[in-house]
């Protein structure tokens, strides 16, 4: 059965938690070294060199395999790469196919096979065969080997031992996991207990001298000091045992200088660096080590947020190194300590400091790199001030407007009576001379009646003295006949007056008499009110606030409710100097004619008028409200 490029796994995998401590009866002359260091090296690299060799010896010791090489690796989840740890023979590299199985395996947490599967002949073709090492159910690692066996049942031999021998290494990652468990466990504990000693403290300066006092103490260094990024410069803020020190001291510049050292390469710096994978500049830590005593210094930068804040610089004597535990613990102190300490350093600061550095710190992202959306909103911003400082409209001014007549006259009896017709009311158009309203006169005409019976006897008595030839009698008649005449001619004209007519042609604009036929009035009572159809004027309610910009001769325009669509050019005619309290606010009443034809408008019309009072530019104008009233306030609260 062969099937290229086919996945396959045992399917009688064996027990993963079976132990490799039992040792072969005889072992080898060639190998006993290797078991020496398997079991007894301590360091990763070497025991997982030795298991390749081992596990490749056991592969041809069973003669029907055929083992071409055997390799070991460490996988890192969060990168998803393998580090090789061992293989065998020494020299060689592993294969495309191997690698690919290996990532197979950890992704499938299942042993896998590849390649052609052997017949009932020995096969021509490579098989690589990969087994995942898991600790608490994730992949730490996995061994391959590539081999050309003989049959199935020397690749399932292959894979069993395979899985057998990984045993051993399993439990040599786990081992290693659970020391980096214990150191991390460590580290919380130590930078929780700095991070406490920082906290009981109030002000910044207690909190940093705390700190570092603290850890000297913990972690038994001889100084520890604190230092903070300034200008591209690292200024010590606080060294352990020292309430105060002078900022010109030696020391001080050279824990200075090693900070810098540190922070400019952006990593933890160990002088000595024996031991240390990666090589890092360390002149000025051992030049401070010379100067100062120190046999072993170490530097962890402190980062937080975005950027690198200082650095934490320890010093130990020479009989006392670091050890890697020791060195790891110390970064993460500094990972924990760097955002507290930053941020303990923000809030003790003063008020008019916090607010120059949050502008410093937006201007560096305004004009350095990055930040696009940022750039593009300021630029925005830029335009639209710069914009609204050049541009410039008309300022004008709103009040609310109310359209009546330039004449109103008012329509009142002569003389008590009563009211016997009504034709019209608030809302007609009529024309001079019509009737508006129309008093009872039967009780004139029944006086005019009496007068003139009156009258007519006077005048015969007239006639009979004028036939006696009665000088004196015919002076009283006559008399009696001139004051007959003068009393109905005063009746004709009250009755004539009974007719209430229109002056002019107008508007009724008030007045509705036709709910109150027979009802008595008064001489001078207010029965109607008159305007003229044609010509009109507005009143203005103008606010306190800009009736100062209001002037006579200014000209705007009227919108009424009724006509929305039409506008109106208006003149400001008179400006009244009495103001009127309404609805909360102030206004002064402005009164304005008509520039053109308002055939359309009829008294009582109420809308909205702008007055436009000059040119100015729009920030202006849109500020003018808040402008004045910070004005006023600022009179108003100032001592002077």
Known sequence: MTAEGREHSDPHPADQTTQTDAKVAAVPAGQAALWRTLTDSGDLAEEGQSW???MHAQFDEAGDIHAAAVFAFVYDAPSRQLK???????????AAAAVDACMSAVDQLRPVARGEMPGQSRASGMIVAAAPLIVKDIPVGVVVVEMQPDSQAAMRRAMRKLQWGSAWLRDRLRAEESTREETRYAAAVEALNTVIAV???????????????????????????????????TKVKAISHSAQFSKRMELVARLSATMDEATDQRAAVLWPDDGVEDTFATQAASVLAREHGAGHVFTVPLYAIDRFIGALTF???ADKPFDLKQLEILEAVGTVLAPILDEKRRNDRWLITKALESLAVQLKRLLGPAHLIRKLFMAGVIGLVVFFWFAQSTFEVSAEARVIGTVERSIVPGFDGFIADAPVRAGDVVAKGDLLVRLDDRDLELERLRLVTQRQRQQIEYDRAVATRDRAEINIRQTMIDQANAEIALIDEQIERTRLEAPFDGLIVSGDLSQTIGSSVTRGQPL????????????????????????????????????????????IEKITPVATYAEGATTFEVEAVFLGEAAALRPGMQGAARIE??????????????????????WRWSPI
């Open 52 to 54: 390749a060799e081992l």
């Open 84 to 94: 090789p740890i061992g293989g065998s023979p020494i020299n060689r590299v592993a």
């Open 199 to 233: 906290a009981e403290r109030g002000d910044f300066s207690t909190a940093t001298s705390a700190a570092v006092t603290d850890l000297a103490t913990r972690f038994d260094c001889d100084r520890v000091a604190l230092g903070l990024r300034r200008w591209r410069r």
């Open 315 to 317: 010093e130990r004597p």
């Open 528 to 571: 109607l009110t008159l305007a003229p159809v044609d010509a009109y004027r507005v009143t203005l309610q103008v606010d306190e606030r800009t009736i100062a910009d209001v002037a006579p001769g200014q000209t705007g325009a009227l919108r009424v409710t009724a006509l929305p669509n039409e506008t109106f050019p208006i003149r």
């Open 613 to 634: 009072i000059d040119e100015r530019r729009l920030v202006a104008i849109w500020t003018k409200p808040l402008v004045d009233w910070f004005k006023i306030t600022l």
